[in-house]
């Protein structure tokens, strides 16, 4: 069965900061990985998705990730934080259609 | 694209009365996924239908719970005798699943409280 981790459930950066998300995930076939944003009170939305191709991926907001296998990580990336990116974040692995969770990062910006 | 949407967004019940909740998938959408999140964690998966069959229920999903899709358009999640172990967001997400690794869409949530 594949899993996610997210190693810390809160990180804290000043505005204009770089935004470093941690993901680890562990599967027995090439993995399907994705990216989601949560505002408060609202479902999820699409950062950005790997699934074949360039192992770097960008997506909406300002956001990346890199996909490396001999590390198994997926880290989500962003070089200057904004004010708006305050929210939670999930790293998910598709397991045969289904999205496996991590447990979610929350993010805060300072001013 | 209207985007997934799930009424109602709140719900209050007492413990031991049946909650229903709705989902309207984005149209021709064939895949409908519902998620139940607790606060603090990841969602996690409850059963998903393609079209309007039921293709698979995770072990979370007791026989007090119950989903439909009868015309393989919207679905309904059915909690009987509710629980306060029951209280969280429960959000349905769709996808046209024409291929492997096709983005699902998430609705807004119904977050339920059970006193």
């Known amino acids: 069965a594949q899993s996610v981790t997210q190693l810390g459930s809160h990180v804290s950066v000043s505005e204009g900061a770089l935004v470093l998300l941690r993901c680890n995930y562990s599967?027995?076939?090439?993995?399907?990985l994705f990216w989601y944003v949560q505002y408060p009170n609202q479902g999820l939305q699409l950062l950005l998705k790997?699934?074949?191709?360039?192992?770097l991926v960008k997506g909406i907001n300002g956001f990346e990730a890199e996909f490396k296998k001999s590390e198994t990580s997926f880290h989500l990336t962003k070089p200057s934080a904004h004010m708006s990116d305050a929210a939670e974040y999930f790293c998910a692995v598709d397991q045969g259609g289904k999205l496996i969770f991590g447990q979610g990062t929350e993010l805060s910006v300072k001013p | 694209d209207t985007g997934v949407s799930q009424d109602p967004r709140h719900k209050i019940t007492k413990r031991g009365q049946n909650v229903t909740f709705r989902c309207d998938p984005i149209?021709?959408?064939?895949?409908l996924y519902w998620y139940r999140q607790t606060l603090g964690q990841g969602p996690e998966f409850l059963t998903y239908f393609q079209n309007e069959a039921q293709l698979e229920k995770s072990r979370l999903l007791s026989d007090r719970f119950s989903a439909e899709r009868p015309k393989g358009s919207f679905s309904t999640l059915e909690i009987q005798r509710t629980e306060q172990g029951d209280s969280a967001m429960y959000l349905c997400a769709s996808s046209p699943r024409v291929k492997e690794q096709e983005t699902q869409y998430f609705g807004p949530g119904t977050r339920l409280l059970v006193l």
């Open positions: 790997y699934t074949t191709g360039a192992t």
């Open positions: 149209s021709e959408h064939n895949r």
């Open positions: 599967s027995s076939v090439p993995p399907y």
